[in-house]
């Protein structure tokens, strides 16, 4: 039986919370019968050119629990097996991209328009753009910096001109402009899926007047029972995107038709085990024992 694995994590983000995170695969690994070594990405370098690891060891499974997407591909192309995969979790390190790339699945979402790039040392010096988003889009609107998380760079714009102060504070990161889903507000479900299944849901809402529904930004969560539908929806996204796992963010539309929202590569489970007794790390843990094998 294949039996040893390496759980890869980001060196520099040593916070309780990602500790807390580790503890838990460890425990699975434990009763699953898995040997699973520690290594943060910067164990994990390479002499790019030749692609050799200037590292030395052996694995039957590498779980990436980061989203050091050039480490992971690195770790591909030298024939280590990555859960999550670098392309699954390049896509859903950016929002811009998951968007890109579920449209081509007919995958329902809200309304987006990726802002045209430009440079941080030029800035969007032409808003013309701006008024055709305005008309598209309608106001308010959503403004998410294409990489972030906890709902930390997700911005509301309620007129033109918040919306020129944001992206011109923003100017040379990436972002996109969505429709504000008012049905939704302050409130979506969390779907987690493993191995093509949704191992567990919750529903967050947010009771502080914030429109966002991270539990970072103070919202409560509660088990959630989704339709056959919102099951559907997530499965098919993680599917799409090429993830084992996934947690999967949905928004309520109108007539409460689901609308996928973000796709989460690496999304942490301490709050679903505390509100579901589901353990995420145990099912993922299971998954990637029963593929290997
Ligand atoms: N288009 C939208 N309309 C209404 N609310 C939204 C929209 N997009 C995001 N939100 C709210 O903001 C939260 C954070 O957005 P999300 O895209 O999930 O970013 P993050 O990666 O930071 O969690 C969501 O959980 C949701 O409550
Ligand atoms: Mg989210």
């Not at 390496?6 to 434990?30: C, H, I, P, Q, R």
């Not at 699953?32 to 002499?47: C, P, Q, R, Y």
Request: charged letters at 25%.
């Amino acid at each position: 039986m294949k039996n040893k694995g390496v759980l890869t994590v980001n060196g520099f983000l040593a916070s309780e919370s990602f500790n807390e995170l580790y503890g838990f695969f460890l425990d699975a690994a434990k009763k699953h019968g898995i040997e699973l070594a520690f290594k943060k990405n910067s164990e994990l370098l390479f002499d790019a050119v030749n692609n050799k690891p200037i590292f030395d060891f052996e694995a039957d499974f590498v779980l990436f629990w980061d989203k050091d997407v050039k480490c992971a591909k690195q770790l591909e192309n030298a024939h280590f097996n990555l859960y999550n995969c670098s392309r699954g979790i390049e896509l859903c390190d950016d929002k811009a991209l998951t968007h890109i790339e579920l449209s081509k699945h007919d995958i329902p979402m809200p309304r987006t328009i990726i802002a045209p790039m430009t440079y941080a040392n030029i800035g969007y010096i032409d808003t013309d753009f701006i008024d055709t988003v305005i008309e598209e889009l309608g106001l308010p609107l959503v403004i998410k910096e294409c990489c972030g998380s906890f709902g930390q760079q997700v911005y509301l714009a309620k007129s033109r001109d918040e919306l020129i102060a944001t992206i011109t504070q923003k100017a040379g990161t990436a972002l996109i402009f969505q429709e504000f889903v008012e049905t939704s507000i302050a409130r979506d479900i969390r779907l987690y899926v493993v191995g093509g299944k949704v191992i567990a849901s919750i529903l967050r809402e947010n009771m502080s007047g914030d429109f966002r529904a991270n539990v970072a930004n103070g919202a409560k969560v509660s088990p959630y029972n989704p339709t056959d539908e919102e099951k559907k929806l997530a499965i098919k996204a993680c599917d799409k995107l090429s993830l084992a796992f996934g947690g999967v963010d949905l928004l309520f539309g109108k007539d409460g038709t689901p609308l996928l929202c973000e796709v989460n590569s690496n999304a942490h489970f301490k709050g679903l085990y505390e509100c579901t007794g589901v353990n995420a790390a145990e099912k993922i843990t299971e998954f990637i024992k029963e593929d290997i094998n």
